[in-house]
Nanobody, 116 residues
Framework: QVQLVESGGGLVQPGGSLRLSCAASGSIFTINGVGWYRQAPGKQRELVAGISRGGNTNYADSVKGRFTILRDNPKNTVYLQMNSLKPEDTAVYYC??????????WGQGTQVTVSS
């Protein structure tokens, strides 16, 4: 089964930008949909953005207009471009299939911290 590994997190000031990468171990075209999820301390994991094989996208209301999910099939990578970051975007970000299959396995994620 194709594995997905996220990277690109870090510390950024409010209003700044980051780009997260989700690299597939094989052909990402074999995966119907890929999503970015996040979990903040003390909160449940939530969907941030998802993209289908055909390129249809879905965003959480809290990130609409600020985040963009992009699928690069030749590079077997899905990106999450995050602009105008806010402290409330601080969380561990994960990529996984979209919608989430049951059961599923989560990777280690990548930490995004928005702070001055």
């Amino acid at each position: 089964q194709v594995q997905l590994v996220e990277s690109g997190g870090g510390l950024v000031q409010p209003g700044g930008s980051l780009r997260l990468s989700c690299a597939a171990s094989g052909s990402i075209f074999t995966i119907n949909g890929v999503g970015w999820y996040r979990q903040a301390p003390g909160k449940q994991r939530e969907l941030v953005a998802g993209i289908s094989r055909g390129g249809n996208t879905n965003y959480a209301d809290s990130v609409k207009g600020r985040f963009t999910i992009l699928r690069d099939n030749p590079k077997n990578t899905v990106y999450l471009q995050m602009n105008s970051l806010k402290p409330e975007d601080t969380a561990v970000y994960y990529c996984n299939r979209y919608p989430i299959p049951t059961p599923t396995i989560w990777g280690q994620g990548t930490q995004v911290t928005v702070s001055s």
